[in-house]
């Protein structure tokens, strides 16, 4: 048995739709354990790109099946919308996708709230969401008035606790400029996705232990990145959810024990979406050059994302975070012909000089930099370690000795072939 996490090491948009697919070519179970319909996975399809959001990339291999876990909080309607598109395009969803009872889903208030909420902020203050309603659902959950994919069956049972709901939310919607909603209506416009998705409910905690005792392959796959998670991320500019590897054991209800690998996704240059700080942010043609080659604009959102160099003591922090086994790196491609090539290798704190990555202390942290030699010649063809130039080569292994781990994918380029793998990743070890 086989059971692989796939976390997200900078700040999500890590280039994961990608290695995921890949890996989902041995996955017999595709878990998503965190998050909602703000992680866009675009993956690359013979020609076509297609972004999904809620379900897990692995539905285009026809052998996965996938699971939408309990720590998930679902838009239906998006869903219903995705499942359609999957359809049009020959996708068969029936029967391959599991979703959880226990996921929470999210209601037109949580929408409104989200949307109200960023219109209202001032700009130091708002953390730039998706306003898909992600955050105001979470909050419901830890407040305990939070509805249960599995209570919405229960039409009685489930307009109680949806107008507790609105009850609550009430005054923070009239505060914003908005009304109090209504329960009848919320449900009214639901039942149809209700009606059609009732069906794929189930115990998933108990569908991916049976799988993980079966000897199958599981992989459990994040959203969003270790510096976005709640816990751990540059808080308060975080997501509402466990994006760390930590999150796949209480998101798919898989004891810690029984995860075999965490396999960090780190993208070859940073990246960052919405307000919060970033040391190694590039506002010059250098980031420019990342933002239009690596085509960094938001799959969700378009919004362009802020870039900059890669964040040495940043990773190190997340392979600890993660309990990483080995890194997935991810865009190699995007740093050809580069003018010139840094790294941040260390921060100046007010304490002094530090290797560690200064999460609370940030704004007031200067990176200290190390210049690299860039290359120029296309890596794009490069199927082996041997093929890369020099200059690359020592790129991928500067990052290994400084995180101690194996680079055990290197991506140089959006298609699925364009990869270097390194050993086999769902091999017991
Ligand atoms: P994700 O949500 O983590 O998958 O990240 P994004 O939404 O940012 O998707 C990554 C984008 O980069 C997609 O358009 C991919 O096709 C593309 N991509 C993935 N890996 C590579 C790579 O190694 N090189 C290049 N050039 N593009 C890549």
């Not at 395009?89 to 929470?104: E, I, N, Q, T, Y």
Request: include cysteine; charge should be neutral.
């Amino acid at each position: 048995m086989t059971a692989i996490v796939i976390a997200g090491a900078q700040w999500g948009d890590e280039g994961k739709g990608k290695i995921v697919d890949l890996l989902t070519l041995r996955a017999d179970l595709v878990v998503r354990y965190a998050g909602g319909p703000n992680a866009g996975h675009t993956l690359v399809v013979g020609n076509e790109k297609v972004v999904v959001r809620l379900v897990p990339s692995g539905i285009l291999r026809p052998a996965s099946t996938c699971v939408m876990a309990q720590g998930m909080v679902v838009d239906l309607r998006v869903l219903c919308e995705e499942i359609d598109a999957l359809e049009a395009r020959g996708v068969k969803v029936a029967g391959r996708l599991v979703l959880s009872d226990r996921a929470h889903a999210i209601l037109p208030y949580h929408l409104e709230v989200d949307a109200r909420r960023e219109g209202a902020a001032t700009d130091a203050a708002r953390i730039g969401t998706t306003k898909k309603g992600i955050g105001p659902c979470y909050e419901d959950k830890a407040a305990r008035r939070g509805i249960r994919l599995g209570d919405l069956v229960h039409r009685e049972h489930a307009r109680e606790r949806i107008e507790a709901a609105c009850e609550a939310w009430s005054p923070v919607l009239r505060a914003l400029g908005g009304q109090t909603p209504s329960a009848g209506a919320i449900l009214e416009a639901l039942q149809p996705h209700v009606d059609r998705l009732a069906p794929l409910l189930a115990d998933t905690a108990k569908v991916v232990d049976d799988a993980i005792r079966g000897g199958k392959n599981v992989l459990l796959e994040g959203a969003q990145g270790t510096l976005l998670d709640v816990d751990h991320g540059t808080y308060p500019f975080v997501t509402s959810s466990s994006a760390t590897a930590g999150g796949a054991c209480t998101g798919a209800g898989v004891g810690p024990t029984r995860i075999d690998g965490v396999i960090g996704l780190v993208k070859a240059y940073t990246t960052r979406v919405g307000g919060g700080p970033f040391p190694t942010e590039l506002s010059d043609a250098v980031g420019e050059h990342l933002r239009k080659v690596g085509g960094e604009f938001g799959s969700v959102t378009g919004r362009p994302r802020r870039t900059g160099w890669l964040d040495l003591p940043a990773l190190r922090f997340a392979a600890r975070v993660n309990g990483m086994t080995s890194i997935a790196l991810t865009k190699m491609d995007v740093m050809t012909g580069l003018e010139r090539l840094e790294v941040c290798v260390a921060y100046e704190t007010k304490a002094g000089r530090t290797e560690e990555f200064p999460l609370d202390d940030l704004a007031q942290s200067k990176p200290i930099f190390r210049a690299m030699k860039p290359w120029s010649a296309s890596i794009d063809h490069a199927r082996k370690l041997e093929d890369l130039p020099t200059e690359a080569r020592e790129y991928v292994t500067m990052i290994e000795e400084a995180l101690g781990i194996p680079a055990s994918l290197v991506s140089v380029g959006p298609e699925r072939d364009a990869t270097i793998a390194r050993g086999d990743l769902f091999a017991p070890r």
